[in-house]
């Protein structure tokens, strides 16, 4: 069983229940989980599809503050990159492709979320 994708849903559990968006606190906490689940030495095509530039640089930072990341990661700020990359990362990578979603919904609530394309 592959078990990183429940291990990433618990910490999206706690980046959904920042409410308001805390800047701050999203990048301390995907500076935590996110690279800490991409460091553990899965090889995983890592995707985080931000709706707006502020949540793509909360990732970006996040990203860039660890150490030792294996794995493909790219952050795409498009509402329709989606399916784009899931075409890419099943060419390029014969791997587990996992992409976050990062948005929000409308109130100033982040929303997140993952989907596994290995999973039909």
Do not use: M
């Not at 805390?22 to 991409?38: G, M, N, P, T, V």
């Not at 790219?74 to 990062?102: N, Y």
């Not at 948005?103 to 982040?110: N, T």
Request: aromatic share 2%; glycine share 6%; charged share 20%.
């Amino acid at each position: 069983a592959h078990l990183l994708p429940r291990q990433l849903l618990r910490a999206l559990d706690t980046i959904i229940a920042l409410e308001p968006l805390d800047q701050q606190a999203l990048w301390e906490l995907a500076k935590h989980e996110l690279h800490a689940l991409i460091a553990q030495g899965e090889k995983i095509g890592l995707h985080i599809v931000c709706d707006t530039q502020v949540e793509q640089q909360i990732a970006k930072r996040a990203l860039e503050s660890g150490n030792g990341a294996s794995g493909v990661v790219q952050i795409i700020q498009d509402e329709i990159a989606a399916p784009i990359a899931k075409r890419i990362v099943q060419k390029s990578v014969p791997l587990t492709p996992l992409f976050l979603h990062v948005g929000c919904d409308g109130q100033g609530r982040l929303q997140v979320q993952s989907t596994d394309f290995a999973t039909p």
